[in-house]
């Protein structure tokens, strides 16, 4: 007798050819989905719509699920969604999951369902989206550095840490800033309108009651450069290791771009011997540019070919295990990782492949900021000088010797009125 097919969980809104809805659980993963349906211009036929909602809470789904199925139908026959005001964190939260989140990346996106995850722990799934006041932003920011509220994979580790007698590293303020950033950006979209122009709140409850001093900031934030020395260490490891960190690493120290940039480098993007082009579909801030290559820059490249024969839009860094894919970013971050403790830099804290773009930054203060800029991929020359163009002794000693004193004798001038 053949076994029974296994039925997975599913939740139906709507009507049929109006504003139907489902929600549905992916087998595999338990991961749960809304699909819906929309008109595809040029064909009879309409085109399915899948989203995931990046969790397994069936409540939530189903929820999810009634609120598209509104958003679709006919305002006079369903109400769109609660009276401005009247919107729970909850509701407000499930609604940015599904039409906001995924237009980001997925690091942001998992970052937005942590954090929602979290607010609705603190505040409760029926807090008042309109209630929230300047004392609960306070309150989140102090349980948060307790770790009396934390994502559910970070409490795990607490409790673990603790059974073992240890205890995790503090919070930090730009971590708490970040999760504060997301409650910020939802609030503001809530204001502005959803995607079919629904104002979900009336005005933001936070705005004009949190200061600038109310936001958790790192007044000193740690943020090291790599030395010549230093890179010098982690080449001589490097050359041990993986061939793509040792090209990865060489091209982060003679370009100053993110490894983000970096590892999604297809061999269509060096453009001729000496130039190479740098995606807006692979930069952080969405900015496609050409910068010059050096020797050391064109040796790596030329060594990355010889490995990984390849053209057109092949990738330069294939991940070890599915050439069709690029380098993951936890692969470059563990094989630096790795190459750090080899050449005895472990010690120093944030040293990650950030601090390359410090290091190229600084030694190249003396270009001017425009073409500093060009040549490292920022849109901001402000950005450069707060957080890259770090302080150099010398050049400060340098400045100095040049500095003009106005009305006191210079040694030449006494020397001259001696003789």
Known sequence: MAARAKKYWSYIAGERGRNWVRAFEEPKTGILYLEWYEESPGTDRPRRIRKSLGHRDRERAKQAADLAAAAFADSDAIPVSPSP????????????????????????????RRAAAMFLQFFGLGRLAR???????????????????????????????RALGRELPPISDRQIEYDLKFLWSVLNWAV?????????????????????????????????????????AMREVAKNMDWRFLVALVLAHETGHRIGSIRQLRWSDWVSEEWIRWRRSNDKIGLEHETPLTPAAIDAL?????????????WVFPSPKDMTRPCSRHLMRTWWKRAQR???????????????????????????LKDLAQLGGWKDVTTILTCYLLEDREAMKQALAMRRHYGAPTPDSSRRQST
């Open 302 to 314: 030329r060594m990355a070919r010889r490995k990984n024969p390849g053209v057109g839009d092949g």
């Open 131 to 161: 209630t929230l006041s300047r004392n609960d932003w306070i309150r989140f920011i102090r349980a948060r550095r307790s770790y009396e509220v934390s994502p559910p994979g970070t409490m795990e580790r607490l409790r673990r840490a």
């Open 342 to 368: 080899k050449a005895g830099l472990s010690h120093i804290r944030r040293l990650g492949w950030h601090s390359l773009r410090r290091q190229f930054a600084s030694e190249l203060r003396e270009a001017p």
């Open 85 to 112: 005001g009247e919107i729970t964190l909850r509701e407000l939260f499930d609604r940015y999951l599904v039409e906001e989140t995924p237009h980001k990346s997925p690091s942001k996106q998992g970052h937005d």
């Open 192 to 232: 502005e309108g959803d995607s079919r122009g629904c104002q979900l709140l009336e005005r933001h409850p936070l705005k004009g009651k949190i200061k600038p001093r109310d936001w958790p900031r790192e007044l000193t934030p740690a943020r090291p450069r790599l030395t010549e020395s230093q890179y010098q």
